[in-house]
């Protein structure tokens, strides 16, 4: 991105910055076929320099299970590590970030808390939107849903039911060995053109390639992780023998990562978390990358607060975001959500990009407030 408008020689000083654990139960549990989620532990970071604050949120997991990364290991990073590398420092740009922090491996959802967090403060400094600062262009972006896995396949048409009726522009369902067939069968059936997605959260082998060709026969826009969390070979031997694209979530760590798999073959469509690759920087580098190279990208979700959610709006405004995302509305997750106003999808199933300064959305004090569990502050 060219320099932003607005301010010229902004720097960004890095004075303080706030860590805090929230608790949010989620309005329905969501199940995958790595785990079962009822209620979420949210790490929210707001950074502060004498021009303006700026608010992120830590996409890893109560658990192991789809991320090696977790509440308690992203706080221990952020706290002793990530944090460390910047306070009190001055960066010429938000994009410079993600540079000082290359030094720390992994753990790339503790360091786009934090990166994720400049940019929104960047944008404000500027009183530009979020989206306009990262260049996105859309003023509408397209929405979808994923459905978790349900007790029974009544449940999941009813869900299906829902979810069309809301507007939501296409269906992803997750998907494991036993939960796949009869209910993709069953949505087919009653919604012959719904575009419809099947995730499996690395639940499969190279050996069910024979089971997963005939997932063919449903028309899936793409099946999201049939293969091993940490894999690119096998799925490239896989995208050989099945018709349906494949599109990588868990290996994706950086925009290298997703240039690799496509030349790989090991998928054709990338599936973009911000937290799993480490922020912003990481994510403009990837959307060059898929808009030169025609691959289409989406936005995938981690159950987020409005405070992640909103970033991902943001990104989802960015040229190469041509898919539906994994971005829905705050109520399908939490009674109240931690920014006003909540997040909410249009009966076209879209997100207006909201035209306010940073992610657009404020931070909902007295709610955030009621669910803090621990704080912790950092000063230069
Ligand atoms: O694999 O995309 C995934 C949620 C948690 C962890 C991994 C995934 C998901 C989802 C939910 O699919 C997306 C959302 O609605 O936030
Ligand atoms: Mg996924």
């Not at 290359?102 to 786009?112: C, D, H, Q, T, V």
């Not at 995208?239 to 868990?250: G, S, V, Y």
């Not at 159950?303 to 709006?313: D, F």
């Not at 898919?323 to 249009?346: C, I, K, N, Q």
Request: a negative charge.
């Amino acid at each position: 991105m060219g320099p932003a408008r607005g301010t010229s020689q902004a720097v960004i000083r890095i004075r303080s910055v706030e860590l805090r654990e929230i608790h949010l139960p989620l309005v329905h549990p969501f199940e995958t076929s790595s785990g079962r989620t009822v209620s979420r532990r949210i790490i929210l970071v707001t950074v502060r320099s004498p021009e303006a604050e700026g608010f992120g949120e830590c996409t890893a997991g109560e658990d192991p299970y789809y991320s090696g990364e977790t509440t308690d290991t992203a706080w221990h990073l952020l706290a002793d590590f990530v944090i460390p590398a910047v306070l009190g420092r001055t960066f010429e740009r938000a994009r410079d970030v993600a540079a000082a922090l290359r030094s720390i491996r992994g753990n790339e959802m503790a360091k786009a808390a934090l990166e994720t967090a400049l940019w929104d403060l960047e944008a404000r400094a500027r009183n530009l939107p979020l989206s306009r600062h990262l260049g996105g262009t859309r003023e509408e972006i397209p929405c979808g849903v994923s459905i978790g896995i349900q007790n029974t396949v009544g449940a999941l048409l009813s869900a299906v039911r829902q979810e069309v009726a809301a507007g939501y522009q296409r269906v992803k369902i997750k998907i494991k060995p036993g939960w796949e067939i009869e209910p993709l069968q069953a949505i087919r059936d009653e919604f012959p053109d719904l575009p419809l997605m099947a995730d499996a959260n690395a639940a499969f082998s190279l050996d069910d390639a024979d089971l997963l060709a005939g997932l063919d026969r449903f028309r899936l826009m793409m099946i999201e992780q049939p293969l091993g969390h940490n894999d690119m070979a096998d799925h490239a031997l896989l995208q050989k023998r099945i018709q349906t694209p494949i599109c990588l979530d868990e290996p994706i760590h950086s925009a290298e990562d997703g240039r690799k798999a496509i030349e790989l073959g090991s998928c054709r469509i990338i599936n973009v978390k911000l937290g799993r690759i480490g922020g912003y920087a990481e994510a403009l580098q990837l959307n060059d990358y898929c808009v030169r190279h025609s691959i289409p990208v989406w936005c995938g979700g981690m159950l987020e607060s409005g405070i992640g959610r909103a970033h991902n709006i943001a990104m989802s405004s960015l040229a190469g975001f041509v898919l539906p995302g994994d971005v829905s509305a705050s109520r399908r997750y939490f009674e109240e959500d931690t920014v006003r106003p909540p997040v909410m999808v249009t009966p076209r199933g879209t997100i207006r990009v909201p035209a306010g300064p940073g992610i657009g959305y404020e931070p909902d004090s007295s709610r955030i407030q009621r669910a803090t569990v621990r704080i912790r502050e950092f000063s230069a």
